[in-house]
């Protein structure tokens, strides 16, 4: 029996978060869900429009809406929007991220805070905004996108490190929360993952990382995507508190 689901996912519109969607609302997708979804981004309209006729199925409803995820007058403004233009919410997935990378020496204040701002505030912003409505219902399904680089450091990534491990005990900490009202959290680790974020490394980087994976291949974004829509199937009702590592077998 396929269960239809209404779900919100930050950083939409591009990489990770676009598959993310594309899988959300697809009918294949476990077999046993897929969902309409309200998908949250920041600058690139054509690139929302254009995801919006991509999925083009009269059945599922599809909506982008422009915001900025590290603000929580934005989150809770958008979820509210979202939830009237869904009929409600049943998944989170808070994938939005940025990174600004340096040398702890030569990293501004500003890039060590609009990386915590983006890639942690946003994960409480949006948990903050739709928990009320799933304890409302008693059912909810969160996904946050952490990294590798949460759970064995980086250099030259402090900030994004730190705003990663981050996310992974905010997931533990309102797993155990919200887990009495039905509602499970988790968190993907995906490793290196061919998008646009990781598009600026050159070629002897490429190799060097490539030898630490030993799938040798760089991820797909629908390698990430998959795992995220197993967690918010009926097949991980059990599942929480939990990170994933989705990375070709980089951290073991
Ligand atoms: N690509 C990788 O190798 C990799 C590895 C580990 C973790 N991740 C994580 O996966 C997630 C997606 O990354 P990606 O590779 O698809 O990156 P990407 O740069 O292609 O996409 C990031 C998305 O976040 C959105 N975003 C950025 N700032 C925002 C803001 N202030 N408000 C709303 N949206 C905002 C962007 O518009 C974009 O859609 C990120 O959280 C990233 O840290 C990526």
Same mark, same amino acid.
């Given at each position: ?60 409803? %599809?909506?982008?809406? !422009? =915001?900025? +995820?590290?603000? @929580?007058?934005?989150?809770?403004? *958008? &979820? ?87 996310? %992974?005990?905010?997931? !533990? =900490?309102? +797993?155990?929360? @919200?887990?009495?009202?039905?509602? *499970? &959290? ?67």
């Amino acid at each position: 029996m396929l269960l239809k689901k209404r779900a919100i996912v930050t950083g939409g519109t591009r990489g990770i978060g676009r598959a993310i969607v594309k899988e959300l609302a697809s009918k294949s997708c476990c077999g046993i869900l897929f969902s309409d979804v309200a998908f949250i981004y920041n600058s690139c309209d054509e690139c929302a429009e254009e995801l919006q006729q991509e999925i083009n199925d009269p059945s599922i409803k %599809i909506h982008g809406f !422009k =915001a900025d +995820a590290s603000s @929580l007058k934005d989150a809770e403004a *958008t &979820v509210q929007s979202a939830i009237e233009t869904l009929g409600g919410v049943d998944i989170l997935v808070n994938n939005a991220g940025i990174t600004r990378d340096n040398l702890l020496l030569r990293m501004s204040e500003q890039d060590f805070d609009s990386v915590i701002n983006v890639n942690l505030k946003s994960v409480f912003n949006y948990t903050k905004a739709v928990m009320k409505q799933m304890i409302k219902q008693r059912y909810g399904r969160i996904v946050n996108i952490s990294s590798v680089v949460g759970m064995i450091g980086n250099a030259g990534q402090a900030n994004y490190a730190a705003s990663k491990a981050g996310v %992974i005990g905010f997931t !533990k =900490a309102t +797993a155990k929360e @919200l887990a009495s009202r039905n509602i *499970t &959290v988790n968190a993907v680790a995906p490793g290196f993952i061919e998008t646009e974020m990781t598009q600026q490394l050159n070629d002897k980087q490429r190799e060097v990382l490539l030898q630490n994976i030993p799938l040798k291949r760089m991820g797909t974004p629908e390698d990430i995507a998959r795992v995220v829509a197993f967690l918010c199937s009926e097949d991980a009702n059990y599942v929480t508190g939990q990170v994933i590592a989705v990375d070709g077998g980089m951290v073991m």
